[in-house]
């Protein structure tokens, strides 16, 4: 059996998890969607637990941790655990960014430690930072600060009860918009081009972001196949990417319970289907 596990907040799972059920079971593939927050997890060897709209975890942090854990004990889950465990937090930016892909420059501050931010806008050569949680989703926790908004003469200290990541705003973000680029085992199927609202920096939908499906320009292709060799192999992945003037800087890579922006991408829903199948034997 194929599980493609959502939540208990969409229990009969989102649109594109029924597209790739539809396609699993074109291919002669047992699959159901079932949420990870309830219901009986106890897994034949054999079977594929597939992360898919599990998108309340963060409010179950620590259930989480035990749910994965033991599918993959029983089962089989993907993306593997190890994947997860790593993705799980934003650090793995810094590993990427150790290994060559083409980051946002990011700087970890960690969890009580005091820091001025005008040294960070000198060091950024920034206008603008982002500050945000490096366990967190959907933008929770997400600070925006200008250097036009310090008071003179204020000794700017700041400390926070988590670890975070800061990094300069990129002001392509909120005119050109963010790229999400998805791989099936390491290939490029489609991307699409995120906007966020006027004046807004987040390109997810609930938001207010409009999404269009569009062919990325090549240097955009490329920082994305660069990210996904500096990466794990995994059976999917959504790399999402600012185009910084001609230059292609990684935002996120995610590997864990990406949107993948299936609708009208019937190649990729195959792809990602046969993927599974083949995993499934």
Same mark, same amino acid.
Request: hydrophobic share 45%.
């Given at each position: 059996?194929?599980?493609?596990?959502?939540?208990?907040?969409?229990?009969?799972?989102?649109?594109?998890?029924?597209?790739?059920?539809? %396609?699993?079971?074109?291919?002669?593939?047992?699959?159901?969607?079932?949420?990870?927050?309830?219901?009986?997890?106890?897994?034949?060897?054999?079977?594929?637990?597939?992360?898919?709209?599990?998108?309340?975890?963060?409010?179950?942090?620590?259930?989480?941790?035990?749910?994965?854990?033991?599918?993959?004990?029983?089962?089989?889950?993907?993306?593997?655990?190890?994947?997860?465990?790593?993705?799980?937090?934003?650090?793995?930016?810094?590993?990427?960014?150790?290994?060559? *892909? &083409?980051?946002?420059?990011?700087?970890?501050?960690?969890?009580?430690?005091?820091?001025?931010?005008?040294?960070?806008? %000198?060091?950024?050569?920034?206008?603008?930072?982002?500050?945000?949680?490096?366990?967190?989703?959907?933008?929770?926790?997400?600070?925006?600060?200008?250097?036009?908004?310090?008071?003179?003469?204020?000794?700017?200290?700041?400390?926070?009860?988590?670890?975070?990541?800061?990094?300069?705003?990129? @002001?392509?973000?909120?005119?050109?918009?963010?790229?999400?680029?998805?791989?099936?085992?390491?290939?490029?199927?489609?991307?699409?081009?995120?906007?966020?609202?006027?004046?807004?920096?987040?390109?997810?939908?609930?938001?207010?972001?409009?999404?269009?499906?569009?062919?990325? &320009?090549?240097?955009?292709?490329?920082? *994305?196949?660069?990210?996904?060799?500096?990466?794990?192999?995994?059976?999917?992945?959504?790399?999402?990417?600012?185009?910084?003037?001609?230059?292609?800087?990684?935002?996120?890579?995610?590997?864990?319970?990406?949107?993948?922006?299936?609708?009208?991408? @019937?190649?990729?829903?195959? *792809?990602?289907?046969?993927?599974?199948?083949?995993?499934?034997?």
């Amino acid at each position: 059996m194929i599980y493609l596990a959502t939540c208990s907040d969409h229990p009969a799972g989102v649109p594109e998890d029924h597209l790739l059920l539809d %396609a699993l079971s074109s291919q002669s593939q047992a699959a159901a969607i079932r949420p990870w927050d309830s219901g009986d997890w106890r897994l034949a060897s054999e079977d594929l637990c597939v992360i898919r709209s599990t998108w309340n975890y963060i409010a179950k942090r620590d259930a989480f941790v035990v749910w994965r854990r033991a599918v993959a004990e029983r089962g089989r889950l993907v993306n593997p655990l190890d994947v997860i465990e790593w993705n799980i937090d934003k650090k793995y930016l810094l590993e990427l960014q150790s290994r060559g *892909a &083409p980051t946002v420059p990011t700087v970890l501050v960690a969890e009580g430690v005091a820091c001025r931010l005008e040294e960070h806008f %000198a060091a950024f050569g920034c206008e603008e930072l982002v500050v945000k949680p490096t366990v967190g989703a959907g933008s929770s926790g997400l600070e925006i600060h200008s250097l036009n908004d310090l008071e003179p003469n204020a000794d700017g200290v700041r400390s926070w009860t988590y670890d975070v990541l800061f990094q300069p705003l990129v @002001p392509a973000i909120r005119t050109v918009g963010e790229w999400s680029l998805v791989f099936v085992a390491g290939e490029f199927q489609h991307a699409v081009r995120k906007r966020p609202t006027r004046g807004d920096i987040r390109s997810q939908p609930e938001f207010g972001a409009i999404v269009t499906a569009e062919t990325p &320009p090549r240097h955009v292709l490329d920082a *994305a196949k660069q990210t996904i060799e500096a990466g794990p192999a995994t059976t999917f992945a959504r790399i999402d990417l600012v185009d910084n003037g001609g230059t292609a800087l990684l935002m996120e890579a995610e590997y864990i319970e990406p949107q993948l922006f299936l609708e009208g991408q @019937p190649g990729t829903v195959r *792809a990602l289907a046969e993927a599974l199948a083949e995993l499934h034997g």
